[in-house]
Each structure stands twice: as C-alpha cells, then as structure tokens.
C-alpha cells in the first residue's frame, strides 16, 4: 500500500504563508472528501489539524486551512508562528477499506 | 478530560507474540471506530488496522494481515491488537486513536504511544 506524496520539507518566515501538497491517485485523495492532516511534534503522538477535506476541529488555530483540486490535497499555514515547526502528515481513506498516511513533511520556521 | 492510553508493549524476539491494550475514557467508547497507527523510528506513520463500534467489522492494512488481530471489549472501554509472528520490520511506537466518525475518516484523538521492539 504505497504513501501519499509529500514533500519533504518547507520552510517559511514569521508571519508568511506555506503551503504543503499531499499527493494521491483516484482511489484516495481524488475519490473521496475524507482528506485529513496531522501534526506531529517531535517525541509527541499526532495531532489531528484538518478533517473531511477542510474542517478544523475544535480548539485548532483558523490560520489552518485545507484544500482539495483532483488528486491532489493541499494544507496551508498562514502567519507561520515559532510553534507551527513541526512534521505534517496527510491522511486519506483509500477504496476498499483502507486508510493511507503522506509521507510527511517537516516544516521549518526560520 | 478525553483520553487514550496504551500498555503491552516491549521488546520481542521474531516470531513472537504481543498483545498491545488500549484504554480509553472520557467518551462513551462503544459509540466509536478506534484504530492502530504505527512508526517506525525516525520513519512516517502508517496506518495498521481499525475496528467498527460493535467490533463486527474490523479492517486491516496489508502489512499485517493475517498476522495481526484487532478486537474490543467495550464493556471495559478497551482495544486490543494481537500481534503473531513478529518480524523486525514491525518495530514500532504503536498509536491509538479514535475515529472522528464512521470507521476510516480521521483520528482526532491519539494515546501517547506503546514502544514494541522486535529483535533477537
């Protein structure tokens, strides 16, 4: 079962925009809305930031924002703050009953 | 205060068995999918079996089919993953989590983390 495809990293400035792409095929990403993303801060478990595509949940920062076009997810991070660096991951339910993780991306505030 | 926590893990040798627990509270557990995530050391998460509220229905990455079992007591407000057959490869920090909805739409609540490590 091969991974969504992130990039590896990104990096931005205090206060800027980034973007982060999370790529899959028809049978995941581009077949369904149940596109999700994960933070992760290192030593900690994940933390859901986005579900169903472009829902936050509960208690998440609005300077999180998902999106979707064909296959291809995307996750944006306005007026980057110190706190934001860390690992993303995306996630999708993929056909048959599976579910598929990105393969992450580490987000550096410089 | 909602909440996860998982036991059970530890070192293995190959071929040996595991069983992970996961105890949850602050939710009424039986109304909820929950579901196993793994990483591997300094590796992606990747995403290992998942288990419907009632547990009749259950779903399983291929990486483990056949050698893993999940299953749940929601009486005790538990999940379970069995794991057989241990091979290196599955080293592991093993994540709990609660599904948002449905069976494989988002995991908005995650434990902290059991450690298995597969080595002679």
């Known amino acids: 079962q091969s991974a969504l495809t992130q990039p590896a990293s990104v990096s931005g400035s205090p206060g800027q925009s980034i973007t982060i792409s999370c790529t899959g095929t028809?049978?995941?990403?581009?077949?369904?809305?149940?596109v999700s993303w994960y933070q992760q801060h290192p030593g900690k478990a994940p933390k859901l930031m986005i579900y169903?595509?472009?829902n936050r949940p509960s208690g998440v920062s609005s300077r999180f924002s998902g999106s979707k076009s064909a296959n291809t997810a995307s996750l944006t991070i306005s007026g980057l703050q110190a706190e934001d660096e860390a690992d993303y991951y995306c996630?999708?339910?993929?056909?048959?009953?599976?579910?598929?993780f990105g393969t992450g991306t580490k987000v550096t505030v410089l | 205060e909602v909440q996860l926590l998982e036991s059970g893990g530890g070192l293995i040798q190959p071929g040996g068995s595991l069983r992970l627990s996961c105890a949850a509270s602050?939710?009424?557990?039986?109304?909820?999918?929950v579901t196993w995530v793994r990483q591997t050391p300094g590796k992606g998460l990747e995403w290992v079996s998942t288990i419907s509220p009632s547990g009749g229905n259950t779903y399983n990455a291929d990486a483990v089919k056949g050698r893993f079992t999940i299953s749940r007591d929601n009486s005790k407000s538990t999940m379970y993953l069995q794991m057989n057959s241990l091979r290196a490869e599955d080293t592991a920090v093993y994540f709990c989590?609660?599904?948002?909805?449905?069976?494989?739409?988002?995991?908005?609540?995650w434990g902290q983390g059991t450690v298995v490590t597969v080595s002679s």
């Open positions: 602050g939710f009424t557990f039986s109304d909820y999918a």
């Open positions: 028809s049978s995941d990403v581009g077949g369904y809305n149940y």
């Open positions: 996630g999708s339910y993929r056909n048959s009953g599976t579910y598929v």
């Open positions: 989590a609660k599904v948002i909805r449905g069976n494989l739409v988002a995991f908005d609540i």
């Open positions: 169903d595509v472009n």
